[in-house]
């Protein structure tokens, strides 16, 4: 899902020797050092969305079938990305909307999942909103800036919270039920789960899986080298702002779900909202 810590570990896993793309997304508001997403698959995802008229952002809860020239287009970029690199991977939220035109595109690829709580990933979703209104007021001066800084800042994160709450959970159930949908159909080995915060003392067991199970020709980095707590920061208590309570047994029902598949028994020490 969206801002799972997913561009800190495919930084991770492209720092340890992993290919992940031959041109990938640079930094934005809320990833300094980069998305590390590949273009190719980015674009493809982003093209099938906003031929169905939804936000090629990917914050969707369902999508209808891809069509068989969809399909051809995924299996160009898998076989063009075949030719050249014996191991490689990709990242893109969106691909958890894909999930079952990949389980047929590539039957025996392996699947790393980082899981973060639903708590965390909204309350990131909305920070993200909020900061770039920060940056925006940042660049103004005179009245409008006093305005923002006495008066609309206190409001906005309220305002935000109560708007987008529930929709991005929304998400983060439909995105993290179907990656469970997925994992159940294929075989134990060819996935790992765990969350981004584990890896900072956790790194060498993943490593080891990568290497000595799935047989990756890896570097091994220290994960805490590229992890900075400075980025991250305490979840807001999204519960009060959604009005359907149903939803939230719903999400702690799914990370429930993923988190008996973690390589960490025990949930991390603590979650934050980047």
Not at 56 to 69: F, Q, R
Not at 119 to 124: E, I, K, P, Q, T
Not at 206 to 217: A, C, K, M, Y
Request: net charge positive.
């Amino acid at each position: 899902m969206h801002r799972s810590g997913t561009s800190l570990v495919t930084r991770w896993l492209n720092g340890c020797g992993l290919h992940v793309g031959e041109e990938l997304i640079g930094a934005e508001t809320g990833n300094e050092d980069g998305h590390f997403e590949d273009i190719d698959f980015l674009h493809a995802h982003q093209s099938i969305l906003k031929g169905r008229r939804i936000t090629d952002e990917g914050y969707t809860e369902a999508i209808p079938a891809l069509s068989n020239d969809e399909k051809d287009t995924l299996n160009d970029i898998i076989t063009y990305k075949n030719g050249f690199n014996q191991q490689w991977g990709w990242k893109d939220p969106r691909t958890c909307l894909f999930l079952d035109t990949y389980r047929q595109l590539i039957p025996a690829a392996f699947y790393f999942v980082v899981l973060r709580d639903y708590r965390s990933v909204v309350s990131s979703l909305i920070r993200r909103i909020y900061k770039r209104t920060e940056k925006k007021y940042s660049l103004r001066s005179g009245l409008s800036k006093f305005i923002w800084e006495h008066f609309k800042k206190k409001r906005r994160m309220r305002m935000l919270l109560k708007k987008h709450s529930q929709h991005y959970l929304k998400v983060w159930i439909a995105y993290n039920e179907a990656i469970a949908g997925h994992l159940q159909q294929l075989p134990a080995d060819n996935y790992i789960v765990t969350d981004f915060t584990a890896l900072c003392g956790g790194d060498e067991p993943v490593f080891r899986h990568l290497t000595e199970q799935w047989g990756f020709s890896l570097n091994f980095l220290r994960f805490k080298n590229i992890f900075r707590k400075s980025q991250v920061h305490e979840p807001a208590d999204i519960d009060a702002y959604i009005k359907d309570k149903t939803l939230l047994n719903r999400a702690a029902a799914a990370e429930a779900s993923l988190r008996r598949l973690s390589m960490f028994n025990a949930n991390p020490q603590a979650l934050y909202a980047v």
